[in-house]
């Protein structure tokens, strides 16, 4: 039950996000202003993270990618020991949510922002919640997210 809750938020999270991306940038304003999404004040998510995180299976490590439209993100992640995956999210203040899917599992990591980190929780399909802590870089510095909300 609680798998085909969030397949379905899930599901419902990327074609908002999908239609938000594809839309031309006259739209996505209409779209947001109509949704309730605020368009001013949106932290500046773009760039590469180094990935530390706890999942069923134990730690994990990786670097994360994420590109940015407006209040819209494509994040992908590219664990360590070769897994790759993709989700689509959205900013709505306080929270950063992004939905992915491996196969038919879905899940949305929900993160906030602490400096130039993202802290974020996400559900397996048992419901255990796991926790995974994204660190921006760029170049060899750490630098703090624009905009951020603390």
């Given at each position: 039950m609680l798998r085909d809750g969030l397949v379905g938020a899930v599901v419902g999270l990327i074609v908002m996000v999908c239609v938000a991306m594809t839309l031309p940038a006259w739209s996505c304003g209409s779209l947001a202003r109509w949704s309730g999404v605020?368009?001013?004040?949106?932290?500046?998510?773009?760039?590469?993270?180094?990935?530390?995180?706890?999942?069923?299976?134990?730690?994990?490590?990786?670097?994360v990618s994420i590109a940015q439209r407006g209040p819209a993100v494509y994040e992908r992640w590219e664990i360590s020991n070769g897994q790759v995956y993709g989700g689509f999210g959205v900013w709505q203040a306080p929270f950063l949510a992004v939905g992915y899917a491996d196969g038919l599992v879905g899940a949305v990591v929900v993160?906030?922002?602490?400096?130039?980190?993202?802290?974020?929780?996400?559900?397996?399909?048992?419901?255990?919640?796991?926790?995974?802590?994204?660190?921006?870089?760029?170049?060899?510095?750490?630098v703090a997210l624009e905009g951020q909300q603390q």
């Open positions: 605020r368009q001013h004040n949106v932290p500046e998510f773009a760039g590469v993270y180094d990935l530390v995180g706890d999942g069923p299976l134990g730690a994990y490590r990786g670097t993160y906030r922002i602490d400096g130039a980190q993202l802290h974020g929780v996400w559900p397996d399909e048992t419901g255990t919640l796991h926790s995974e802590t994204l660190t921006r870089r760029r170049g060899d510095g750490i």
